[in-house]
């Protein structure tokens, strides 16, 4: 493990145990090495992994956390060696600040699968400072060069920040598994995930099915770019479209049907799961022996994918459907994240940090 002796202050919101509220605290940033990019954040989107994690549902947590994987900011300073980015750039940091850059995967430009395990934005292991990795709710992050990107200047900032996670995290499956023009996609829930699963889907030419159990939210899926939304509790609505989708991108991270949507799969068609249900879905074998179907997953993606992800949304002026709020009214969002009450994302101010 490198460790640095050179530290500054920074303030963030961090939370001590799965049942406290975030609250105001005083954390360390290390200065920056010889590649190191330090950034003022501007603004931060609330994932639901954050929630997640501060609360320690997936029983990995190490206390104290500063959630905050969707980044973006200002240089303000560089090391000596830095050579892609300069004071005063405007940069983003998603899921990932490091990984071990060796293995075979992190050759093949896929960090988010190193096999030594990718140091994640945070609450993973921080071999600069010791301790865990604080991300984005807070002032100012200091993050190697190779794990830093450039956000198109015609994009905006806030609305710019969750394409860090819930823009790869959608964009990375619909380019692995070939949607453009001709192919018919379709996109299950419309929330953060899945509302710019659609606008990206779009953009790549397809025709667009979302799938929705809120009839309220047809108007919306439209505005956003579906050519068709289906109630997905309506069987008729669903038997229409039996075996004809080419992909599916399945955002639900709640327990549900999934056979219902294997179904409706052509031959060779795949479903993608990016949403993550606490709960195990039931799969019949049945329905993916017919057709030659394919249930796969993905997870975010590599830099080099997610800065192609960033120019992409830069030429189509895609960025994600936003709510700001101040810092001091994060628990709030987190509460009514759970009840999904947002459109789409929350993306935290982060001049409101005083």
Same mark, same amino acid.
Request: with cysteine; hydrophobic share 40%.
């Given at each position: 493990?490198?460790?640095?002796?050179?530290?500054?202050?920074?303030?963030?919101?961090?939370?001590?145990?799965?049942?406290?509220?975030?609250?105001?605290?005083?954390?360390?940033?290390?200065?920056?090495?010889?590649?190191?990019?330090?950034?003022?954040?501007?603004?931060?989107?609330?994932?639901?992994?954050?929630?997640?994690?501060?609360?320690?549902?997936?029983? $990995?947590? *190490?206390?104290?956390?500063?959630?905050? @994987?969707?980044? =973006?900011?200002?240089?303000?300073? !560089? +090391?000596?060696?830095?050579?892609?980015?300069?004071?005063?750039?405007?940069?983003?940091?998603?899921?990932?600040?490091?990984?071990?850059?060796?293995?075979?995967?992190?050759?093949?430009?896929?960090?988010?699968?190193?096999?030594?395990?990718?140091?994640?934005?945070?609450?993973?292991?921080?071999?600069?400072?010791?301790?865990?990795?604080?991300?984005?709710?807070?002032?100012?992050?200091?993050?190697?060069?190779?794990?830093?990107?450039?956000?198109?200047?015609?994009?905006?900032?806030?609305?710019?920040?969750?394409?860090?996670?819930? $823009?790869? *995290?959608?964009?990375?499956?619909?380019? @692995?598994?070939? =949607?453009?023009?001709?192919?018919? !996609? +379709?996109?299950?829930?419309?929330?953060?995930?899945?509302?710019?699963?659609?606008?990206?889907?779009?953009?790549?030419?397809?025709?667009?099915?979302?799938?929705?159990?809120?009839?309220?939210?047809?108007?919306?899926?439209?505005?956003?770019?579906?050519?068709?939304?289906?109630?997905?509790?309506?069987?008729?609505?669903?038997?229409?479209?039996?075996?004809?989708?080419?992909?599916?991108?399945?955002?639900?991270?709640?327990?549900?049907?999934?056979?219902?949507?294997?179904?409706?799969?052509?031959?060779?068609?795949?479903?993608?799961?990016?949403?993550?249900?606490?709960?195990?879905?039931?799969?019949?074998?049945?329905?993916?022996?017919?057709?030659?179907?394919?249930?796969?997953?993905?997870?975010?993606?590599?830099?080099?994918?997610?800065?192609?992800?960033?120019?992409?949304?830069?030429?189509?002026?895609?960025?994600?459907?936003?709510?700001?709020?101040?810092?001091?009214?994060?628990?709030?969002?987190?509460?009514?994240?759970?009840?999904?009450?947002?459109?789409?994302?929350?993306?935290?101010?982060?001049?409101?940090?005083?």
């Amino acid at each position: 493990m490198l460790l640095v002796e050179s530290m500054s202050n920074a303030k963030a919101y961090s939370t001590q145990s799965a049942t406290s509220p975030l609250a105001l605290a005083t954390i360390k940033r290390r200065e920056p090495t010889p590649h190191d990019v330090q950034i003022k954040i501007l603004f931060c989107g609330v994932c639901h992994t954050d929630l997640h994690i501060a609360r320690n549902d997936w029983k $990995g947590s *190490t206390y104290p956390v500063v959630p905050g @994987h969707e980044i =973006v900011g200002h240089v303000t300073g !560089v +090391g000596a060696h830095v050579k892609k980015f300069k004071v005063g750039d405007t940069v983003g940091v998603g899921c990932m600040v490091d990984s071990c850059r060796e293995c075979d995967n992190c050759k093949e430009g896929f960090e988010q699968f190193c096999e030594k395990g990718a140091i994640f934005t945070y609450n993973a292991p921080d071999k600069h400072l010791g301790g865990m990795t604080f991300g984005g709710y807070s002032d100012s992050v200091v993050v190697d060069e190779s794990y830093v990107l450039s956000i198109p200047k015609n994009l905006d900032l806030a609305a710019a920040a969750p394409l860090l996670c819930a $823009g790869i *995290t959608t964009y990375s499956p619909l380019r @692995h598994h070939g =949607v453009s023009a001709g192919k018919k !996609v +379709g996109i299950v829930g419309l929330g953060g995930l899945g509302h710019m699963g659609v606008k990206l889907a779009k953009a790549f030419g397809a025709h667009v099915v979302v799938f929705t159990t809120s009839s309220h939210k047809t108007a919306d899926a439209l505005r956003l770019g579906a050519d068709e939304v289906v109630n997905s509790k309506n069987a008729d609505e669903m038997a229409k479209h039996a075996s004809s989708f080419h992909f599916i991108l399945d955002t639900v991270a709640a327990k549900h049907d999934i056979n219902a949507y294997l179904q409706l799969l052509k031959r060779d068609g795949t479903l993608t799961q990016v949403g993550v249900p606490a709960e195990p879905l039931d799969v019949q074998v049945f329905n993916l022996i017919l057709n030659r179907r394919s249930f796969t997953g993905s997870l975010i993606g590599g830099i080099a994918e997610t800065q192609e992800m960033l120019d992409f949304c830069g030429q189509h002026n895609i960025t994600s459907d936003i709510e700001i709020i101040p810092i001091q009214k994060i628990n709030e969002a987190y509460e009514r994240l759970l009840k999904s009450d947002v459109k789409y994302r929350f993306v935290i101010d982060m001049a409101t940090l005083q």
